[in-house]
């Protein structure tokens, strides 16, 4: 089973500044790995795909990079609105699983 | 407009059973993936398993493989979670999911996301 770890758990920025969120897979996944932003009382909301892709509607502040086992989301200049908790989640072929990450908790400092 | 829309809150008692329910609209939905993730109360995501609802086939995940059966009805574009014994552990927020494919490739992400059904099981 792929383990993906996040760090750190629990990010303090402030608003306009810049956060980087890392996840790392205990083995490769290539670039099967995803990005979600989940809000309190809400779904998640898919932000990245591929490991870089932004999904549909997300705005260019929202960045993804890294291959393999290491991954990091950008986010380059805070708004209110991103305050969250972020989770990363790889594919693997086979067996076939979906694991998400722990997540990131990102706070207003 | 493409959505999972789940059935609603359930509160059971030990040892019942239980099937909840996720119906796609606005996509063919024999052609895409639906998993199901749960979230217990106040931690992280995990993944439960999935369905090609065009022919069924389904994968779980290792550590939900026997506790729970997820099913799909192709005809009225709907896939089922249901457990045959809950227990309290069972107790969080489940969501549907649909697997984000585009041009003819699918890239195992979801992209769309259910309401989410809360499932509370206490004697």
């Known amino acids: 089973e792929i383990v993906m770890t996040q760090s750190p758990a629990t990010l303090s920025v402030s608003p306009g500044e810049r956060a980087t969120l890392s996840c790392r897979a205990s083995q490769s996944v290539s670039s099967n790995l995803a990005w979600y932003q989940q809000k309190p009382g809400q779904a998640p909301r898919l932000l990245i795909y591929?490991?870089?892709t932004r999904a549909t509607g997300i705005p260019a502040r929202f960045s993804g990079s890294g291959s393999g086992t290491e991954f990091t989301l950008t986010i380059s200049s805070l708004q209110s609105e991103d305050f969250a908790v972020y989770y990363c989640?790889?594919?693997?072929?086979?067996?076939?699983?979906?694991?998400f990450g722990q997540g990131t908790k990102l706070e207003i400092k | 407009e493409v959505q999972l829309v789940q059935s609603g809150a359930e509160v059971k008692k030990p040892g019942e059973s239980l099937k909840i329910s996720c119906k796609g609209s606005g996509y063919s939905f024999t052609s895409y993936w639906i998993g199901w993730v749960r979230q217990m109360p106040g931690k992280g995501l995990e993944w439960m398993g999935i369905i090609y609802p065009g022919d069924s086939d389904t994968r779980y995940s290792p550590s939900f493989q026997g506790q729970v059966t997820i099913s799909a009805d192709k005809s009225i574009s709907t896939a089922y979670l249901q457990w045959s014994s809950l227990k309290a552990s069972d107790t969080a927020m489940y969501y549907c999911v649909r697997e984000y494919c585009s041009g003819g490739s699918c890239y195992s992400a979801f992209d769309i996301w259910g309401q989410g059904t809360m499932v509370t099981v206490s004697s």
């Open positions: 591929g490991a870089s």
């Open positions: 989640q790889q594919y693997n072929n086979w067996p076939p699983e979906y694991t």
